[in-house]
Antibody, heavy 122, light 107 residues
Framework: QVQLVESGGGLVKPGGSLRLSCAAS????????MSWIRQAPGKGLEWVSY????????NYADSVKGRFTISRDNARNSLYLQMNSLRAEDSAVYYC???????????????WGQGTLVTVSS | SYELTQPPSVSVSPGQTASITCSGD??????ACWYQQKPGQSPVLIIY???KRPSGIPERFSGSNSGNTATLTISGTQSMDEADYYC??????????FGTGTKVTVL
């Protein structure tokens, strides 16, 4: 069965860095676009970034552009999110999710991980 | 940027029908999907491509999308349906957009 397991969250000071990982199993990672989505405590869902099947295409929400970098290692069945220059407003549960593509356009997330909590505080 | 607006809350009696709207400019020209999120859990896809249900999702969940509004309908609502619901669409700026979320309370 499809499983996505995030790790790497924790407490970090403002301006610091953190690298999240997502281990995928039960499917061939290289066949899918993947994405990161976050949810601040008590708030709604916010899309963060997605990456194409290879590493050739990535896109980011304006709120993280220039600070976060998404990457993947299909051989290791892993997705990553490098987060730099972290701010208090980046505090959230970060989910990795598998993307379904319809007529060559990314459309929705069919599987989600359990999430990893990132807290940015001094 | 593209925005999707949902009512903050919807209340429904057990066995009755709950309707949750999701409004966005020309949303009917895009595909809409819906996620259910229970407290402390990850979101679960319940409707995709406007009307389709993933395997394992009960038939009481249905969706529609036309004009500027997508609607999630829960027929014969059960207490286990109490959750937050989010709509989502893909925007032409190459971005995923989530709705503001709706808390469904089964009274």
């Amino acid at each position: 069965q499809v499983q996505l397991v995030e790790s790497g969250g924790g407490l970090v000071k403002p301006g610091g860095s953190l690298r999240l990982s997502c281990a995928a199993s039960g499917f061939t990672l290289s066949d899918y676009y993947m994405s990161w989505i976050r949810q601040a405590p008590g708030k709604g869902l916010e899309w963060v970034s997605y990456i194409g099947r290879s590493t050739s295409y990535t896109n980011y929400a304006d709120s993280v552009k220039g600070r976060f970098t998404i990457s993947r290692d299909n051989a290791r069945n892993s997705l990553y999110l490098q987060m730099n220059s972290l701010r208090a407003e980046d505090s959230a549960v970060y989910y990795c999710a598998r993307v379904q593509v319809v007529t060559a356009t990314p459309q929705y997330f069919d599987y989600w991980g359990q999430g990893t909590l990132v807290t940015v505080s001094s | 940027s593209y925005e999707l607006t949902q009512p903050p809350s919807v209340s429904v009696s057990p066995g009755q029908t709950a309707s949750i709207t999701c409004s966005g400019d020309k949303l009917g020209d895009k595909y809409a999907c819906w996620y259910q999120q229970k407290p402390g859990q990850s979101p679960v896809l319940i409707i995709y491509q406007d009307t389709k249900r993933p395997s394992g999702i009960p038939e009481r969940f249905s969706g529609s999308n036309s004009g500027n509004t997508a609607t999630l309908t829960i027929s014969g609502t059960q207490s286990m349906d109490e959750a937050d619901y989010y709509c989502q669409a893909w925007d032409s700026r190459n971005a995923f957009v989530f709705g503001t979320g709706t808390k469904v309370t089964v009274l």
